[in-house]
Structures are given as structure tokens and as C-alpha cells.
């Protein structure tokens, strides 16, 4: 069964950096594009950025350009989501997910041209002086 572990969250001042980390359990990252979404509460889910499974095509929610980046180490199994420049409005839990086919963005969702798999339990960035 496909799982995605997210990890790397955690308390951050205003301007500071976190690494987000998502792993791969159970099955190689390499054919799959993943997507960063982060859903505060009482709000909607909505999607941060994605990459394609070469890593060739980055995307970012406009929120977040220049401030976040994403990658992936295909040979470690993982991807990544460097945030800096973190501000108040960016604290939220963080998930990952795989889809086989191409990502899309329509509005400030991440869409699958299949289907989004592998959701983990997140991991909780807190932006706080």
C-alpha cells in the first residue's frame, strides 16, 4: 500500500526556515508526481506546490513563491519542501501526496489528472515570536 510519511515540522519565528520532508513507504517516489498541501484550521485544504516525478516541472501557490522550494532526491525516496521566510499566515498542517499522472492547478487546488494517493498524517508548522 502506498504511504507518504511527512515529518520536519515544528515552532518557527516570523522569517525563520523549516525543511519539510515527505518519504516514501512501500513503493519507489521515482514514477510519481507529488504535491505539498496545507489546510490551517477552519480553513480549506489547499495546495502549497508540486513537482513532477522528474523534477523537471515545479509549481508554487502564488502565497508561497519565492519563499518556498520545493525538490526531490529520488534516490533517497523523498521530497522535499524548504519554506523560508516564513510569516503568520503560513502556519498550518502540511500533508503530501503521489499521483501517478501530472498534477494541475485550478485556482489554489492541486488537482490529479488521476487521482491523489498516499495522504500521511502531516506535520505541523507553527509561525510564533
Known amino acids: 500500500q502506498l504511504q507518504l510519511v511527512e515529518s520536519g515540522g515544528g515552532l518557527v519565528q516570523p522569517g525563520g526556515s523549516l525543511r519539510l520532508s515527505c518519504a516514501a513507504s512501500?513503493?519507489?517516489?521515482?514514477?510519481?508526481?507529488i504535491g505539498w498541501f496545507r489546510q490551517a484550521p477552519g480553513k480549506e485544504r489547499e495546495g502549497v506546490s508540486c513537482?513532477?516525478?522528474?523534477?523537471?516541472?515545479?509549481n508554487y501557490a502564488d502565497s508561497v513563491k519565492g519563499r518556498f522550494t520545493i525538490s526531490r532526491d529520488n534516490a533517497q525516496n523523498t521530497v522535499y519542501l524548504q519554506m523560508n521566510s516564513l510569516k503568520p499566515e503560513d502556519p498550518a498542517v502540511y500533508y503530501c501526496?503521489?499521483?501517478?499522472?501530472?498534477?494541475?492547478?485550478?485556482?489554489?487546488?492541486?488537482?490529479?489528472?488521476?487521482?491523489?494517493?498516499?495522504w500521511g498524517q502531516g506535520t505541523l508548522v507553527t509561525v510564533s515570536s
Open positions: 513537482i513532477s516525478s522528474s523534477g523537471g516541472s515545479t
Open positions: 501526496a503521489a499521483s501517478i499522472l501530472k498534477l494541475y492547478w485550478s485556482g489554489n487546488i492541486i488537482h490529479s489528472r488521476g487521482y491523489l494517493q498516499g
Open positions: 512501500g513503493f519507489t517516489l521515482d514514477s510519481y508526481a
